[in-house]
């Protein structure tokens, strides 16, 4: 079936520098996410992006994040400086449509910032 | 705000058994209501969803859900499990008009002993 890939599955990084995590969503999907879950914590919406724009982002969405799809490339989350807090795993997804759609999410990214 | 509320965080069952998880949500508009499975160290996989018509979905692998207006639930029922079936599952809402996160409960840790 459709697969939302993610790259790396591991990431090990000091605190106060930067890092980009790659998602490549669903090939024709048109709506992008990112979840964050720290270990045995449920999952909790990050952000939402559509046409190159953020349409939605939580409180957990901090200044030092921030998302974009250069040329229908990766979907990214960058974070710059790394804080001990983001240390949690990242999961990406994507969905064709909005609403009554099926979201298909990637194997995630467990980031440790150290 | 929706919330949504998964009880037990742990229910054990054996092979062949049947089990029921339950899922409880708050929210005053019209939303889609889904539960995703979780095994350890992957992504969500999607399993079903309910927007309107018949309460009961079907899903997959033997999985259906039921949802009841007046008790605000939408629990998730598999007449006979298999030892694969342990994981984590995971119930979401999300909004049918305006925002369009998922908004994940607490999770599910399902086990079943062979």
């Known amino acids: 079936g459709p697969k939302v890939l993610q790259i790396p599955s591991h990431q090990i990084i000091d605190m106060g520098q930067m890092v980009t995590l790659n998602c490549d969503p669903v090939?024709?999907?048109?709506?992008f996410y990112w979840y964050k879950q720290i270990l045995g914590q449920q999952m909790e919406f990050l952000v939402n992006?559509?046409?190159?724009?953020?349409?939605?982002k939580s409180k957990l969405f901090k200044d030092q994040f921030s998302v974009e799809r250069p040329d229908g490339s990766y979907f990214t989350l960058k974070i710059q400086p790394t804080a001990l807090e983001d240390s949690a795993v990242y999961f990406c997804?994507?969905?064709?449509?909005?609403?009554?759609?099926?979201?298909?999410f990637g194997k995630g990214t467990r980031l440790t910032v150290v | 705000t929706q919330t949504v509320s998964q009880s037990d965080a742990h229910v054990t069952v054996f092979e062949g058994d049947s089990v029921e998880l339950r899922c409880n949500y708050s929210?005053?508009?019209?939303?889609?209501l889904s539960w995703y499975i979780q095994h350890h160290g992957r992504g969500l996989q999607f399993l079903l969803k309910y927007y309107s018509g018949n309460p009961v979905v079907q899903g997959v692998n033997g999985f259906e859900a039921e949802f009841s207006k007046s008790d605000s639930s939408f629990h998730l029922r598999k007449a006979s499990v298999h030892w694969s079936d342990s994981a984590v599952y995971f119930c979401?809402?999300?909004?049918?008009?305006?925002?369009?996160?998922?908004?994940f409960g607490s999770g599910t840790q399902l086990t079943v002993m062979p």
């Open positions: 997804a994507s969905s064709a449509d909005r609403g009554n759609t099926e979201v298909f």
């Open positions: 090939s024709n999907h048109l709506y």
């Open positions: 979401a809402v999300s909004a049918s008009s305006g925002s369009w996160q998922l908004i």
């Open positions: 929210y005053g508009g019209s939303i889609y």
């Open positions: 992006f559509y046409n190159g724009k953020v349409m939605e």
